[in-house]
Nanobody
């Protein structure tokens, strides 16, 4: 089992930045690929970014490329999502997820999910 807890969400003006954190615990928390997804009200959950368990491989949704950066610190069992140049359309609940395999952009591949953290970007 892997437990995930997100933090760092909040209200920010357009053009601003936030850094989300996802603390993982459990016996295999440092050997899983990690991903970030988001879900806006009334919309489906969408992929944002993913990182391999060693951190050597990353994947981003086109909508966040060049603005968001995913990273991880396995010594702290924590994954981060640095979000810059935020836009109102980035407003959503952001979820981190763990994948015991290689990680992907498909949420169905992920085995564990956090409770989410709200990000609101005002115009």
């Amino acid at each position: 089992q892997v437990q995930l807890v997100e933090s760092g969400g909040g209200l920010v003006q357009a053009g601003g930045s936030l850094r989300l954190s996802c603390a993982a615990s459990g016996r295999t928390s440092s050997s899983v690929a990690m991903g970030w997804f988001r879900q806006a009200p009334g919309k489906e959950r969408n992929f944002v970014a993913a990182i391999s368990w060693r951190g050597g491989s990353t994947l981003y949704a086109d909508s966040v490329k060049g603005r968001f950066t995913i990273s991880r610190d396995n010594a702290k069992n924590t994954v981060y999502l640095q979000m810059n140049s935020l836009k109102p359309e980035d407003t959503a609940v952001y979820y981190c997820a763990a994948d015991r395999d290689g990680g992907s952009s498909d949420g169905r591949d992920y085995d564990y999910w956090g409770q989410g953290t709200q990000v609101t970007v005002s115009s």
